[in-house]
């Protein structure tokens, strides 16, 4: 593995070997067996177009040819921010090819966001969309590459689309048009031009993590592990080749991609459907279209796919499973969504660091609907500790801990936040208050960490309170999660100011301004004359919340 980060004892490693979970097959060698083995069989659609399994290998060998002809190689950070499309796959499994390495942004950053990314993670290269949801990201490109100087490690922007008159922008399309090189191999041996000699115990990808510090964290994950993460959801899924799995959620997102999600279909030998937006009116017509067995949602967009079932205007006959994950689901939603849809449901806790709970297909619905699943591996090491580390028992709310075969073990290059993000025995600190049930099943009922859950997006109050303090008016600052009916949580942000307080558009122009992605926006901006402070002198965000709540 590269770089400073920790990682698992040869010991654990050995035992994950042994059990099964680690396969020693990097991602380009399963992509190409994969077209070996059911190459016939359709793998993508996106709109009108659709590939099967043989046409998406040779799609990343073009994509891993064109990337390969700009530099590009094994161990080389990728930043890939696309919306929902085909070109995510392809150039997520070019990088895989060459056993170079994509990192997962949202479409939502911004400046700050892509500028962070690019910086900590070195990336030599950028893949944005020319325009989604009215935003310009090549404009943003020109800034994050005019930021990073001549001394940063950025050297190419790759643009689905129209790349604008930069000739500094390379066209996707132009990535794609050299013929696949002839070199190829079909043997898998792993150490060839399928996957540029990766070992499958190298970072793949890295993910971005919810973060409670300034900016987001990079979660380096690697081959053995997260086609383990897949398979394990896909297996408690019970996908199969049939599945037709639709792509509601961005797809960098952990949940969309690979729980099971993109990959987990991918490697069960089904479809993947994207969806270009996360409407009931698209999903569905795709469902009807496509025959769509399983999608995943947060849970704002629950009662509105409810209402537009309830119109009695689709056949929804295809889908059978609906995950809702990311955010707690209200139980009373939980009980209407599967009869509404005529599906399963299940609920999702996972986090981009690894550990996934999944409650069962099988599971009597008071479980269903009122926990939020359990692990996936019977190697997920799950402690719900009080504050002073110790294991509480069954019932009793804790933090939970937990460490395993696909759970990081060290954040990457970040040596010491890994100091406090993990326990001495590697742990993962994950923030989350939860309480076990005797079956193992975890319900969420808090947080620790300085986070806002707004409906499944995670904002780092941190993050948003430095901004904040780069106004001028404003001398302090807190960010506070308050219950919200549409998005579970919003944040509301109270602020100490000098002379006449910025109203909440004037705040919102301001973060646009300094480059913070839009959701992280406060909801609201309320003045204080000061604020409360805990007995040890930090911030009294409780104080602060339950005083909104009694206005
Ligand atoms: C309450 N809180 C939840 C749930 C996540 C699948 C599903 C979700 C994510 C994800 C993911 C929750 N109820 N059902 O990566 O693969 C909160 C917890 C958790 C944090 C992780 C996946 N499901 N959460 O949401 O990395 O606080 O991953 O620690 O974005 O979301 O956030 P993230």
Redesign the pocket.
Known sequence: MTDTQQTWSETESARYRAAGHWQGVTFGTRLRRAAAGHGGRVALVDGDRRWTYAELDTEADRVAGGLRGLGIGRGDRVVVQLPNCAEFVFIWFGLQRLGAVPVHAMPGHRNREMGHLVRVAEAVACVVPDRHARFDHRELMHEVWAEQGPGGSLRHVVVVGDPGPDPGFVPFEALRAEPPSTSTSTSGSGSGSDDGGADPGDVALLLL??GTTGLPKLIPRTHDDYAYNARACAQVCALDSETVYLAVLPIGF??TFA?PGVLGTLMAGGTVVVAPDPSPQTAFALVEREGVTLTSLTPPLVPHWTDEAASGSWDLGSLTLVQV?????PEDQARTLGPALGVTVQ???????GL?NLTRLDDPEDLVCAT?GRPVSPDDEVLVVDSEGRPVPDGTPGELLTRGPYTLRGYYRAEEHNRTAFTPDGYYR???VVRRLPTGHLV?VG?IKDQI?RG?E?IAAVEVEEQLLTHPAITAAALVGVPDERWGERSVAFVVCAGAAPGAREVAAHLKERGLAGYKTPDEIVRVPGLPLTAVGKVDKAALAQELLRR
């Open positions: 993590s919810g952990n949940f729980c994950g990311g955010a707690r689901l609920q999702v806790f996972g986090m981009a660091e996934i939020q994950s923030g989350d969420v947080r859950n499944g995670k």
